[in-house]
């Protein structure tokens, strides 16, 4: 481990030095960091430090499995009830349910809304977040008034459901990066849809509440991706053990 | 019949809840599981804060006011270590479940009422602190636990770091300490009769063990463990504990 | 307390779809049970089971009390089960839920009504003085599977189990501490075992070993059928669900005996195990005590 991202633990002194001291931009502090006013600034979460001097920014890297919104996260939820307005979403099990309005879709109005049934997967963004209010989600861009992908995924009705995967939310975080294989070292699903899976097709909506859905025409390639993405959680894969991963996969399900 | 074995933890041992941690030390072993935040019931819902909730399992019998008094022991420590306010109208669940503790050989114990000997402690603070560390709990800061027993033998009085139950039953009085990672004192707990002389002491052993000063920076940890081989670093372990957890976490990197 | 969410329309129909397909999630063969293991604690009675996910701990223990009136020769046999937080936030303290009684409920005709302990060897003095044997089940981790694995730990910390050694002499009953006389083993007559089969489609159709907690939420019907090694069948429970065709059943019961043959043999392996490890652990520690006089 470079000596630049210490591993720290909750309360632990922050080593001066490490802070970034940008003279222009403002200190932004990420995920696991707290102030406490005037100067410390103290990690909350035991994991390891990451500061970025060019943007000014610092954080803790580290994996959980409790799903805490955020605004503007990508979210797979399912609903649990209508209510006059707005639909109620489960984001984790166990947690207060989040709200999606029946106008938070593309093109919906009081007369065309969307018609979901409780316990369909729908794919969303998280509108509002704050810890004194239950969570805000939406299925179209406020800007654009698009969809842009957002909204219920597959059709259980008509047999083409696709499955949903739990992972843990730093793989799901690792899989949403914008170059997964490069900076996340996940190319699993690269893998799969090219050469060493034999091309499969499949579509995915990752959720960054640790939950992953899988579609496709063939049951079993739903299955082959989804035992892909939760085994190279849970053992940890490099891309090399993620390549024998899919080969010994594809092998054994033929 | 000393068990000083060093500590030994595993942590998310249970793939179905947050976080976990299975610790055992001087024959004690125990699982704990952390579930939160999530919804609280209503009885239980703070508008300002998390809801923390401990939970004590005994391995054998149904729990009693014995489980209930170290519930509300561990229940007021945790709260203070964790960032309540972060999550208000939630709860945060801590289950300890006990599942091997020293039997003292000399005695047939009654079980069906399980009555908890008051030497676990320090093994329920460190195991609820290893969950609460693996399900990435927000914290102010992390804590210590150790049980001191003071023996009177033969006119002579001692110290003993982590009593075995057979010691517990000698000891003259019995007190378990933890201590924050700031060196502040968050759990003081005493049986039997003792001076205020001995207490002092007490304090001190206990704060030996727990809040040696974390070597900050390039190795010297060797140093210390060098001049003091016999007693085990609380600290140290914890630190250890989750440096290797984060690692295996950020493999990737 | 929250309630357990129900598993998305798009999982329940996709776990019944890929079934027919003969898929499941996680890539096992319908009849195929996730590995299981076996192991025991430092203690007498401990034992830990693991069965993929699910992960079930048991602790035998015994005291002396007063035998029920009506059942002077016989001693007390219990087996307590409860599903802690742990398992799920959906359970709470001493508020039980259909899953624990009927996980109890088959425990207890499994182990006890099958007479697989022999209650008239712990009566000590009749009408006055027997052994109180209790079994506690705690389930640490719940993936499916519940009664299968809860069953493997009651039996092998009950077989692992030692009771402290006693005495009678003119009329004066002495039970030994353990570091007087070393504790015997409980009498022993046979050793039942679980297994539930799942039935998925829509008549039931698909039989399906060991689901895990997904599977148990979509599937249609179940039967848990109790059965030692010699093929000796101790209870069968179908409780409601879909009907079942009475060949299917023939066939699961059939099937089951060989999975009982298989835990049976893991059981009889770890436990040879562990006595061999304690022989030589006892000998050292024979040898410890004579040093601390």
Request: net charge negative.
């Amino acid at each position: 481990m470079a000596t630049g991202h210490p591993i720290v633990l909750p309360g632990e002194t922050i080593d001066p030095s490490l802070i970034p001291s940008h003279p222009k931009n403002p200190l932004r502090l990420g995920p696991g960091l707290r102030h406490i006013p005037p100067t410390d600034i103290v990690p909350t979460v035991a994991g390891q430090l990451i500061t970025n001097p060019a943007k000014n920014s610092m954080w803790i890297e580290y994996n959980s499995n409790r799903y805490i919104p955020t605004p503007s996260d990508l979210i797979l939820t399912q609903i649990l009830r209508s209510t006059t307005d707005a639909y109620l979403c489960l984001l984790s099990p166990h947690t207060a349910p989040a709200t999606l309005p029946h106008l938070a879709f593309e093109g919906a109005t009081k007369k065309t809304r969307p018609v979901l049934q409780p316990g369909q997967l729908v794919y969303a963004r998280v509108a509002l977040a704050n810890k004194h209010m239950d969570a805000e989600l939406e299925c179209v861009s406020a800007a654009t008034g698009k969809a842009d992908g957002l909204g219920p995924v597959g059709n259980p009705a008509a047999g083409s459901g696709g499955c949903a995967f739990d992972v843990s939310l730093g793989f799901a975080r690792r899989l949403l990066m914008a170059r997964s294989r490069a900076e996340g070292g996940v190319g699993v699903l690269e893998m799969l849809a090219g050469e060493e899976g034999g091309g499969l097709a499949f579509e995915t909506a990752v959720g960054r509440n640790g939950r992953v859905w899988v579609g496709s025409e063939s049951a079993r390639t739903v299955v082959l991706v989804g035992r892909a993405l939760q085994e190279t959680d849970r053992g940890g894969l490099g891309l090399e053990g993620q390549r024998r991963l899919v080969r010994r996969l594809v092998r054994e399900m033929r | 019949m000393t068990a000083t074995t060093a500590p030994k933890a595993a942590l998310g041992v249970l793939p179905r809840s947050d976080g976990s941690a299975k610790y055992s030390h001087a024959g004690y072993t125990l699982t704990a599981s952390v579930n939160g935040p999530i919804e609280a019931q209503r009885r239980d819902e703070h508008a300002y804060e998390a809801h923390v909730e401990v939970i004590v399992r005994p391995a054998a019998g149904v729990g009693g006011t014995r489980e209930r008094h170290l519930e509300s022991l561990l229940q007021s420590s945790l709260a203070q270590l964790i960032l309540v306010k972060n999550f208000p109208r939630s709860l945060i669940q801590v289950v300890l479940q006990i599942e091997d503790s020293p039997e003292n050989d000399y005695v047939n114990t009654k079980l069906v009422q399980a009555s908890l000997n008051f030497a676990i402690m320090p093994a329920l603070v460190q195991t609820a602190i290893l969950a609460l560390l693996s399900a990435g709990v927000p914290m102010r800061a992390t804590a210590t636990a150790t049980a001191v027993a003071v023996v009177h033998q033969d006119g002579a009085k001692k110290m003993v770091v982590d009593p075995s139950p057979r010691e517990v039953e000698t000891a003259s009085s019995v007190h378990v300490l933890a201590f924050t990672s700031h060196n502040g004192l968050l759990l003081a707990e005493s049986e039997g009769d003792f001076t205020v002389g001995e207490w002092d002491d007490v304090y001190e052993t206990a704060k030996e063990i727990c809040c040696r000063s974390t070597p900050a920076k390039e190795g010297t940890a060797m140093v210390l463990d060098d001049e003091e081989p016999s007693a085990t670093d609380m600290r140290q372990f914890l630190r250890s504990t989750m440096e290797s957890k984060v690692a295996a976490d950020l493999h990737w990197k | 307390m929250p309630r357990e969410a129900e598993p998305s329309l798009n999982e329940k129909q996709f776990v019944t779809q890929a079934l027919q397909e003969n898929l499941r999630l996680d890539g096992r063969q319908l009849d195929q049970y996730r590995p299981l293991e076996l192991t025991f604690g430092d203690q007498y009675g401990v034992a830990d089971v693991t069965l993929g996910k699910t992960r079930v701990l048991a602790k035998a223990t015994a005291e002396v009390t007063v035998p029920y009136i009506d059942r002077p020769l016989d001693g007390i046999f219990t087996i307590a089960t409860e599903l802690s937080p742990m398992t799920s936030p959906a359970f709470e303290v001493n508020r039980p839920t259909e899953t624990e009684v009927l996980l109890s409920r088959l425990l207890e005709k499994t182990v006890r009504r099958s007479g697989a302990l022999d209650t008239e060897s712990l009566c000590l003095v009749a009408g006055q003085k027997c052994w109180s044997v209790r079994v506690d089940v705690h389930v640490v981790s719940h993936d499916g599977g519940l009664t299968d694995a809860a069953c493997v730990a009651v039996v092998a910390a009950l077989r692992h189990f030692r009771k402290p050694d006693t005495s009678m002499e003119a009329g004066r009953l002495t039970v030994y501490t353990p570091a007087e006389r070393e504790p015997v083993p409980l009498s022993w007559l046979h050793s039942p075992l679980c297994v539930t089969w799942s039935f998925f489609g829509e008549d039931g159709e698909t039989a399906v070993l060991d689901a895990t907690w997904l599977e148990e939420q979509v599937r249609v019907a179940s039967c848990t059928v109790s059965l030692n090694k010699h093929g000796e069948i101790c209870q069968i429970a179908k409780l409601g669900g879909m009907p079942v065709d009475a060949v299917v059943l023939l066939q699961c019961t059939s099937v089951a005996l060989v999975k009982v043959k298989e835990f049976s043999d893991l059981l009889d392996r770890r436990l040879a195990e562990d006595l061999k490890k304690r022989e030589k652990g006892g000998f050292m520690a024979e040898l410890r005590a004579e040093n601390d006089r």
